[in-house]
Nanobody
Framework: QVQLVESGGGLVQPGASLRLSCAAS????????MGWFRQAPGKERGFVAA??????TYYADSVKGRFTISRDSANTVYLQMNSLKPEDTAVYYC????????????????WGQGTQVTVSS
């Protein structure tokens, strides 16, 4: 069915910006929520941001004011990351929400492959 294809990760210095993209591949689809999660080595995968089909947004406290989630008419989802910190270093995943709270990984049924974001001086 639908595949989520991510791009935009990389190695940047503290204070820099990155823009991640997640595009539906194979066919277009409409979903209630799309989300971004991240996982650092040795840690649990955690919520970053989510967006509804109407454009309502939700953020983890750790990224609020620095990150912006958005989506376009083709259901491509973006994560604009500004003022990046070393603590933001992780593999970032986009995901399609299925049911349950948007804040939990178990609520999502389709995941991208992940893209590495490294913030280091």
């Amino acid at each position: 069915q639908v595949q989520l294809v991510e791009s935009g990760g990389g190695l940047v210095q503290p204070g820099a910006s990155l823009r991640l993209s997640c595009a539906a591949s194979g066919r277009t689809f409409r979903t209630d929520f799309m989300g971004w999660f991240r996982q650092a080595p040795g840690k649990e995968r955690g919520f970053v941001a989510a967006i509804s089909k109407y454009g309502s947004t939700y953020y983890a406290d750790s990224v609020k004011g620095r990150f912006t989630i958005s989506r376009d008419s083709a259901n491509t989802v973006y994560l604009q990351m500004n003022s990046l910190k070393p603590e933001d270093t992780a593999v970032y995943y986009c995901a399609n929400h299925d049911s349950g709270s948007v804040y939990y990984t178990r609520s999502y049924d389709i995941w991208g492959q992940g893209t590495q974001v490294t913030v280091s001086s």
